[in-house]
């Protein structure tokens, strides 16, 4: 049975750092496609980071957040720089499709989700 578990969200300042991890059973994660997605209430489900053929990020946390596994571990990273409170959010853990950083409807599994709030 695949299972996603997410942590390491909580509430940080304007600036600061978080890394979220993704521990996976039943599902390799070194060899499969995966991704982190994050969502506001009311809003539609927005794809974050990715590993595909490539690795991907949204223009939104280009060049802050890094996506990253750790194969020994079986677990899915994403570390999180420079953090504003537009980066607010419930984050999952998704796994799925080669097409993945496409969009939620590649997504065959999703985690519980963790909660991250920026503050000013």
């Known amino acids: 049975q695949v299972q996603l578990v997410e942590s390491g969200g909580g509430s940080v300042q304007v600036g600061g750092s978080l890394r979220l991890s993704c521990a996976a059973s039943?599902?390799?994660?070194?060899?499969?496609?995966m991704g982190w997605f994050r969502q506001v209430s009311g809003k539609e489900r927005e794809g974050v980071a990715c590993?595909?053929?490539?690795?991907s990020y949204s223009d939104s946390v280009k060049g802050r957040f890094t996506i990253s596994k750790d194969n020994a571990e079986n677990t899915l990273y994403l570390q999180m720089n420079s953090l504003k409170p537009e980066d607010s959010a419930m984050y999952y853990c998704?796994?799925?499709?080669?097409?993945?950083?496409?969009?939620?409807?590649?997504?065959?599994?999703w985690g519980q989700g963790t909660q991250v709030t920026v503050s000013s």
């Open positions: 998704a796994a799925g499709g080669y097409r993945i950083c496409s969009g939620a409807s590649w997504v065959a599994y």
């Open positions: 039943g599902y390799s994660v070194r060899g499969n496609y």
């Open positions: 590993i595909a053929a490539t690795t």
